[in-house]
């Protein structure tokens, strides 16, 4: 989960973002929201790996990267930092968060961007990559078995939060998953799940 309060930020955006299931995806010679996509992804391999260097707490997340990220962090301003984490892993297998994009986004000491907003993780993903590959309204585990990539959950019921981004291996998420009747959820609960494969 990721709560993130609103903040006139380096690289931030006002616009909103919302899984649009009708727009065109990659790999077809079309430019969608001005900017091509590109089908090249991850290894889920290497995702994995680099999830597994922010699987820690928001604060040590902070002392990792460093600069607007850990300024932030610290003023409480993000207290949540999913979409920081697969930024992270985005940056770190050859999928950079571009700078000065519109995209909610601040730099850490590494000079890399890294959104803290799902909405804004939601229209990387399909600006990058097209549509997700599968989506599945009322997500169970059970619907996406065999199945590996980056996966974003999106619900109802968390205050100043949307929903989650995480990696899933076919059988469990790299952190929480909050699916249908995950302990986990609190007041959460998940309408639709949606994947990006990554082989």
Same mark, same amino acid.
């Given at each position: 989960?990721?709560?993130?309060?609103?903040?006139?930020?380096?690289?931030?955006?006002?616009?909103?973002?919302?899984?649009?299931?009708?727009?065109?995806?990659?790999?077809?010679?079309?430019? #969608?929201?001005? %900017?091509?996509?590109? =089908?090249? /992804?991850?290894?889920?391999?290497?995702?994995?790996?680099?999830?597994?260097?922010?699987?820690?707490s928001v604060s040590q997340v902070s002392a990792l990267i460093g600069g607007k990220v850990k300024s932030n962090i610290e003023k409480g301003v993000f207290q949540n930092a999913c979409p920081i984490r697969m930024s992270y892993v985005l940056n770190y297998t050859g999928i950079s968060i571009p700078a000065n994009s519109g995209y909610a986004a601040v730099s850490g000491k590494d000079?890399?961007? #890294?959104?803290? %907003?799902?909405?804004? =993780?939601? /229209?990387?993903?399909?600006?990058?990559?097209?549509?997700?590959?599968?989506?599945?309204?009322?997500?169970?585990?059970?619907?996406?078995?065999?199945?590996?990539?980056?996966?974003?959950?999106?619900?109802?019921?968390?205050?100043?939060?949307?929903?989650?981004?995480?990696?899933?291996?076919?059988?469990?998420?790299?952190?929480?998953?909050?699916?249908?009747?995950?302990?986990?959820?609190?007041?959460?609960?998940?309408?639709?799940?949606?994947?990006?494969?990554?082989?």
């Amino acid at each position: 989960m990721v709560k993130a309060q609103k903040a006139a930020q380096v690289g931030t955006s006002k616009k909103t973002a919302k899984l649009n299931l009708s727009s065109p995806g990659c790999g077809r010679g079309f430019i #969608y929201k001005q %900017r091509k996509c590109s =089908m090249q /992804r991850p290894t889920f391999g290497s995702a994995w790996i680099r999830f597994s260097e922010v699987n820690i707490s928001v604060s040590q997340v902070s002392a990792l990267i460093g600069g607007k990220v850990k300024s932030n962090i610290e003023k409480g301003v993000f207290q949540n930092a999913c979409p920081i984490r697969m930024s992270y892993v985005l940056n770190y297998t050859g999928i950079s968060i571009p700078a000065n994009s519109g995209y909610a986004a601040v730099s850490g000491k590494d000079k890399k961007w #890294y959104i803290y %907003r799902v909405n804004d =993780m939601i /229209r990387f993903l399909e600006e990058r990559f097209g549509q997700p590959d599968i989506t599945e309204r009322v997500p169970t585990p059970a619907k996406f078995t065999g199945k590996k990539g980056i996966m974003v959950i999106l619900g109802n019921g968390w205050n100043n939060a949307r929903g989650h981004v995480t990696l899933w291996n076919g059988d469990i998420c790299s952190d929480s998953c909050h699916f249908m009747g995950d302990p986990e959820n609190g007041s959460f609960v998940p309408e639709v799940a949606s994947l990006w494969i990554l082989k």
